[in-house]
Every structure is written in C-alpha cells, then in structure tokens.
C-alpha cells in the first residue's frame, strides 16, 4: 500500500511540474515527455497545461498521427521503436522463420506493437507480404 502510494505520489509531482506552463491551441502532452509511464496528460486549456486522467488503466503516449498531442491506450501498446507507421491489419515477423516474434499493426496509434506466436510455433511471412502465420 505504501508503494501504491509513493508511486501516486510521484506521478502527481511530475504532472504539477509541467502542468500551468504555458501552450497554444489544441495541444497535449504527457507528463515530462515520457511515453507509456503516466495515468495522466497535460491538456492545454487557456494558455495553460492543466492535468487530465486518462481512462482507468490507461497510460500516456504522444500521438504518433498527430505531432504536439497526446492520447491515452493501454500500457505496452505505443508502439515499437525503429518499426515505422503502418496502416489496417499489417503485420512483420521480428525473424521470419527464425523465433515466434512478430509486430502488429495497432489500428489507434498506426504503429507496429511486439507480439508473439503460441508457444514453440515460429513467425512466418504470409504469401500477401502484408500478413504472418505461426507455424
């Protein structure tokens, strides 16, 4: 319980830090720069971020469709580094052939996430080159 509420109270520091600065327009951030660490998002209002929750369970990324705004999404899901933007239900193994490892295309974000083939199956390109099978 005491960690629980360290950690609430770390995050309500780092959000007061940023939050009354100043902004423009429609702009949104997440706490301190860092993607998929808060439960909240500074949203400018007036001139000034101001702290806003996102929905329960829900962490802070930048959105990658649109620069100098934030959104909320489930943690581990914002997206895989060096992976690029994709689009619809695309998908690329890691190591086709080689290990179960495959990227996602997250239809939100319109970027790729890690997943996995079950358990001893190996990642493989499908015939369409825009699709995977585990086998």
Sequence with gaps: MVRIAVFVAAVAALAASVSGQQCTGNASACPNGADGVSPTYLQCSGGQYVSQSCPSGQVCYANPNSPGTAMCGLPG??????????????????????????????NWSGQYVNDNCPTGLKCYTAPNGVSVYCA
Excluded: S
Aim: proline residues 3%; positive net charge; contains cysteine.
């Design 77 to 106: 899901t914002g997206g895989v580094p060096g992976q690029g933007k994709c689009t619809g239900n695309t998908a690329k193994c890691a190591a086709a052939g080689q290990t179960g490892a495959y990227y996602q295309c997250e």
